[in-house]
Nanobody, 124 residues
Framework: QVQLVESGGGLVQAGGSLRLSCTASGRAFSNYAMGWFRQAPGKEREFVAGISRSGGSTDYADSVKGRFTISRDNAKNTVYLQMNSLKPEDTAVYYC?????????????????WGQGTQVTVSS
């Protein structure tokens, strides 16, 4: 079992930045590829960014490429999402997820554990 706790969400103006963190407890964090997803009201949960078990490989949704950066610190059992140049359409609940595999995963069904989510609101 892996427990994931997100933090760092909040209210920010368009063009601003936020850094989300997700800290894991339980089984070995370094055995899991990690991902960030988001869900806006009335919409399906969508992939934002993912990182491989070692941190050597990453992937991003087209909508966030060049603005968001995912990283991980296996010594701290933590994955981060640095979000720059935020837009109102980035407003959503952001979820951290863990997949028991080496490679980056982009679909929700590939993930085994989920956090409770953190709200990000970008005002125009």
């Amino acid at each position: 079992q892996v427990q994931l706790v997100e933090s760092g969400g909040g209210l920010v103006q368009a063009g601003g930045s936020l850094r989300l963190s997700c800290t894991a407890s339980g089984r070995a964090f370094s055995n899991y590829a990690m991902g960030w997803f988001r869900q806006a009201p009335g919409k399906e949960r969508e992939f934002v960014a993912g990182i491989s078990r070692s941190g050597g490989s990453t992937d991003y949704a087209d909508s966030v490429k060049g603005r968001f950066t995912i990283s991980r610190d296996n010594a701290k059992n933590t994955v981060y999402l640095q979000m720059n140049s935020l837009k109102p359409e980035d407003t959503a609940v952001y979820y951290c997820a863990a997949a028991y595999t080496y490679y980056v995963q982009v679909t929700t069904g590939r993930y085994d554990y989920w956090g409770q989510g953190t709200q990000v609101t970008v005002s125009s």
